[in-house]
Nanobody, 115 residues
Framework: QVQLVESGGGLVQAGGSLRLSCAAS????????LGWYRQAPGKQREWVAT???????TYADSVKDRFTISRENAKNTVYLQMRSLNPEDTAVYYC?????????WGQGTQVTVSS
């Protein structure tokens, strides 16, 4: 069983930055795809970014050039560096781990961007 624990959320002013972290338990981290999703109030959860097992990254258009996903396999941790934040980025952010047919989710961390 894999457990994911996000941290790093908080309140930030528009234009600011935050770095989210997600620490995973278990031994499959290094061979898994990792992602970040977010869910704003009243909206469906949406994909933000993915980093593949080999390190290739992809981003939603809404965050491209502002967010950076990275992974540190030695620490079983995935990060999301967020820059130039705006109020539309306000949401609960969830990390996600995919291994073969299994998918795991963290409990989420709140990010609030004030205007």
């Amino acid at each position: 069983q894999v457990q994911l624990v996000e941290s790093g959320g908080g309140l930030v002013q528009a234009g600011g930055s935050l770095r989210l972290s997600c620490a995973a338990s278990g031994s499959i981290f290094g061979v898994s795809a990792l992602g970040w999703y977010r869910q704003a109030p009243g909206k469906q959860r949406e994909w933000v970014a993915t980093i593949a097992r080999g390190g290739m990254t992809t981003y939603a258009d809404s965050v491209k050039d502002r967010f950076t996903i990275s992974r540190e396999n030695a620490k079983n941790t995935v990060y999301l560096q967020m820059r130039s934040l705006n109020p539309e980025d306000t949401a609960v952010y969830y990390c996600n781990l995919r291994y073969i047919l299994d998918t795991y989710w963290g409990q989420g961390t709140q990010v609030t961007v004030s205007s």
